[in-house]
């Protein structure tokens, strides 16, 4: 392959790679950790079982791990872990366990298991109790923005966002 015609598939290929959402950075919030393997951790390494079904912040351990999409999830027991594996996204936070409410302004803020809420079998999370009370003046208006709001944002980077 001659030169001039290899940088210009190398330069495609980039602009394809940059311009892909599939290689997009940040759709997870993994800010808070990794694996000793490097792995992303997700949710803090929080029990995402025990969050979505009873609002429990249970640590989860390295012992009880699932690899999903890339991201580490801890679990703090084995019966959590196979919960998890069996329908991921049903325990899952929403976008990407970042805090709903800056979701609805446009943000990607860390999302706290400490500050979660459910809705209809749903899992979102705050950044904080100040965050979480101005949320609960009206949940459903925060959440119908969010979920509008999220398409906008799920594939840029937090540092674009700011």
Request: hydrophobic share 40%; net charge neutral.
């Amino acid at each position: 392959m001659s030169y001039p015609l290899k940088s210009i598939v190398l330069a495609s290929a980039a602009a394809l790679l940059i311009h892909n959402p599939a290689f997009a950075v940040d759709e997870y919030n993994v800010s808070k950790g990794v694996t000793l393997d490097g792995v992303p951790l997700g949710l803090r390494g929080v029990d995402t079982v025990a969050l979505s079904r009873v609002g429990a912040v249970a640590r989860g351990t390295a012992t009880h791990t699932v690899l999903h999409d890339g991201n580490a999830y801890y679990f703090a027991s084995k019966q959590s872990a196979e919960t998890f594996t069996k329908n991921p996204e049903k325990y899952l936070p929403q976008y990407g366990g970042y805090c709903a409410f800056a979701v609805a302004l446009g943000k990607k803020l860390d999302g706290d298991p400490r500050y979660a809420d459910i809705v209809d079998g749903k899992l979102y999370l705050f950044v904080n109790d100040a965050i979480f009370q101005k949320y609960l003046e009206d949940p459903q208006k925060t959440l119908k923005t969010a979920e509008k709001r999220w398409p906008e944002i799920q594939h840029k980077a937090v540092g674009d966002l700011l």
